[in-house]
């Protein structure tokens, strides 16, 4: 997959401007705030119909505007796409050739993207929901499936904790038998689809670990065993323990077991990340597994997705500098940075320098 053609109008601190992205390395670099992340956001945006940056849409028009519009060129195994989405204060629309959607599931998998920036040191430093959040971002681009039964699940979930809050106890434990057969069906998709994402990750991630530390670490990713079998035995487990817990539900006003509950543990040669990882090394993992990402998608799709980095450059010393640009040649990259030539040691890409939402000739 590669994105040929971005163009940003009224995005964030961009007025009008379009880019024309190499097949490989492209460098966005300028000093801090200029907007070389604002890109960054717009392909991901383009890529998932969400950013990792803001909770509401409206955010990214720009400041005095009442619409922004982005639009991609973009090419995968099938031919050439067009996405572009018209985002307004109140709503938007996104556009596949011409098309208009409806849901963001029928935007993904057209364009494959995955996004590093420091933050994403959430990822093993925080608690579960930013391990649940990478999950479900990364899986929905290739599953359609888990992309929609992640949003029945959740609003069924919503759905079930209202319910948990009612006064009337007779009328909970009459009603929550109907809603757990529901939230059963399509946990157990999540489940699943997870734990096949988290078999392919795991040894990836610790191949490019070992990769980017020389083998002087070891990366081990466990999910919790919490449900073995198919789908039909994993939907069976989790009744059981649904029914087991309504007292508990009951008592604290909320559904206490399912996938929404889930986490994923990181140890850094044998140490729990999360407690003893020191900042350099919670980056490395973190970095190792998002690379782990393209390695899936490319497994799963048999194309490379758009790979995202953000400011990453700077986190990095020396040789794992060395190491990432090696790892990623022949890959179509959108690297952001301040200063292109302390970063790229003489590697082949095209860069493109960004001043206050523009682009700017020369070097």
Same mark, same amino acid.
């Given at each position: 997959?590669?994105?040929?053609?971005?163009?940003?109008?009224?995005? #964030?601190?961009?007025?009008?401007?379009?880019?024309?992205?190499?097949?490989? $390395?492209?460098?966005?670099?300028?000093?801090?705030?200029?907007?070389?992340?604002?890109?960054?956001?717009?392909?991901?945006?383009?890529?998932?119909?969400?950013?990792?940056? &803001?909770?509401?849409?409206?955010?990214?028009?720009?400041?005095?505007?009442?619409?922004?519009?982005?639009?991609?060129?973009?090419?995968? #195994?099938?031919?050439? /796409?067009? &996405?572009?989405?018209?985002?307004?204060?109140?709503?938007?629309?996104?556009? /596949?050739?011409?098309?208009?959607?409806?849901?963001?599931?029928?935007?993904?998998?057209?364009?494959?993207?995955?996004?590093?920036?420091?933050?994403?040191?959430?990822?093993?430093?925080?608690?579960?929901?930013?391990?649940?959040?990478?999950?479900?971002?990364?899986?929905?681009?290739?599953?359609?499936?888990?992309?929609?039964?992640?949003?029945?699940?959740?609003?069924? $979930?919503? %759905?079930?904790?209202?319910?948990?809050?009612?006064?009337?106890?007779?009328?909970?434990?009459?009603?929550?038998? /109907?809603?757990?057969? %529901?939230?059963?069906?399509?946990?157990?998709?999540?489940?699943?689809?997870?734990?096949?994402?988290?078999?392919?990750?795991?040894?990836?991630?610790?191949?490019?670990?070992?990769?980017?530390?020389?083998?002087?670490?070891?990366?081990?990713?466990?999910?919790?065993?919490?449900?073995?079998?198919?789908?039909?035995?994993?939907?069976?487990?989790?009744?059981?323990?649904?029914?087991?817990?309504?007292?508990?539900?009951?008592?604290?006003?909320?559904?206490?077991?399912?996938?929404?509950?889930?986490? /994923?543990?990181?140890?850094?040669?044998?140490?729990?990340?999360?407690?003893?990882?020191?900042?350099? %090394?919670?980056?490395?993992?973190?970095?190792?597994?998002?690379?782990?990402?393209?390695? &899936?998608?490319?497994?799963?799709?048999?194309?490379?997705?758009?790979?995202?980095?953000?400011?990453?450059?700077?986190?990095?010393?020396?040789?794992?500098?060395?190491?990432?640009?090696?790892?990623?040649?022949?890959?179509?990259?959108?690297?952001?940075?301040?200063?292109?030539?302390?970063?790229?040691?003489?590697?082949?890409?095209?860069?493109? #320098?960004?001043?206050?939402?523009?682009?700017?000739?020369?070097?």
């Amino acid at each position: 997959m590669k994105i040929k053609n971005l163009w940003l109008h009224n995005f #964030r601190n961009y007025e009008d401007e379009k880019f024309s992205f190499s097949d490989s $390395l492209n460098v966005l670099f300028g000093k801090n705030g200029q907007g070389k992340t604002n890109c960054a956001e717009a392909v991901f945006y383009l890529c998932t119909g969400t950013s990792l940056r &803001i909770r509401h849409d409206k955010q990214l028009i720009r400041v005095g505007e009442s619409v922004a519009k982005i639009s991609a060129e973009a090419e995968n #195994r099938y031919g050439r /796409v067009t &996405i572009e989405a018209d985002i307004y204060e109140d709503k938007r629309e996104i556009r /596949v050739n011409g098309a208009k959607i409806s849901k963001n599931a029928d935007l993904m998998g057209h364009i494959n993207s995955v996004f590093f920036s420091p933050g994403e040191l959430r990822l093993i430093q925080d608690g579960p929901d930013e391990r649940r959040r990478f999950m479900n971002m990364s899986i929905s681009q290739t599953s359609a499936s888990y992309y929609t039964a992640l949003l029945r699940y959740n609003k069924i $979930l919503d %759905q079930r904790n209202v319910l948990l809050k009612n006064r009337d106890v007779s009328l909970i434990l009459d009603t929550l038998p /109907v809603w757990d057969e %529901q939230l059963c069906k399509y946990a157990a998709v999540i489940v699943k689809k997870r734990g096949e994402f988290l078999e392919k990750l795991a040894p990836y991630a610790k191949e490019l670990h070992a990769f980017l530390t020389d083998g002087k670490e070891e990366l081990v990713i466990t999910p919790e065993r919490k449900y073995e079998g198919d789908e039909r035995e994993i939907a069976s487990t989790l009744q059981k323990r649904l029914a087991g817990n309504y007292e508990k539900d009951l008592r604290l006003g909320f559904t206490t077991v399912g996938p929404h509950r889930d986490d /994923v543990d990181f140890f850094i040669s044998g140490k729990d990340a999360k407690a003893y990882a020191s900042q350099g %090394q919670t980056r490395t993992a973190a970095l190792a597994v998002k690379l782990s990402e393209v390695e &899936i998608f490319h497994e799963l799709s048999g194309e490379y997705p758009v790979l995202i980095l953000d400011d990453v450059m700077s986190e990095l010393d020396l040789p794992r500098r060395k190491k990432l640009l090696k790892r990623i040649e022949g890959l179509q990259t959108i690297l952001t940075c301040t200063h292109a030539e302390r970063v790229l040691y003489g590697a082949d890409c095209t860069k493109i #320098r960004i001043e206050d939402g523009a682009i700017k000739l020369g070097k």
